[in-house]
């Protein structure tokens, strides 16, 4: 699921009252789905220019980036913490710009063998999680995927983008 994240570059100098001032304002005209520090996570555009606007107003810059935000039931690797985090509300997010998910094709034929692709998979994952529906999903980063789509084929399977 896309969320977007703002990363607030607060001003130098300012009293310690001002980021609560700011985060006040925003509870009141914003539903900010989570925060992590000074990055401000919301679910839509909408949303994003509400967060803006108060943002504006107090003359603080902020930085957009896109997250893919991962199921709790997410199982991470090594190199999650290049990629992603997880924030003070305990939600796990990726930094989408720079990983790509994808998921096995399910029509490959007989003699397909998808356990095999899967071992090589494990050694670049980020991440994996199956959603509600079953279907397993898989985040590497985003230069790796033709070498996911390699390995899929050399064991006659294939991979499609999530």
Do not use: W
Not at 124 to 147: C, N, S
């Amino acid at each position: 699921m896309n969320k977007i994240g703002l990363m607030m570059n607060m001003p130098d100098g300012k009293q310690p009252g001002f980021y609560a001032q700011i985060v006040k304002e925003l509870a009141s005209k914003v539903q900010l789905f989570d925060r992590d520090k000074e990055l401000l996570i919301v679910n839509d555009e909408a949303e994003r220019d509400a967060a803006q606007s108060v943002l504006a107003h107090y003359k603080v810059e902020a930085e957009q980036m896109p997250l893919v935000l991962l199921p709790q039931n997410a199982e991470l690797y090594d190199p999650f913490s290049d990629y992603g985090f997880e924030s003070l509300g305990e939600h796990l997010y990726l930094y989408e710009k720079i990983v790509k998910l994808f998921r096995f094709d399910p029509h490959f034929g007989e003699d397909a063998e998808p356990a095999q692709a899967l071992l090589q998979f494990d050694e670049h994952l980020i991440a994996r999680y199956t959603d509600d529906d079953g279907v397993e999903y898989f985040a590497v980063d985003a230069q790796q995927l033709d070498l996911m789509e390699g390995i899929a084929k050399a064991y006659k399977c294939s991979i499609k983008p999530a």
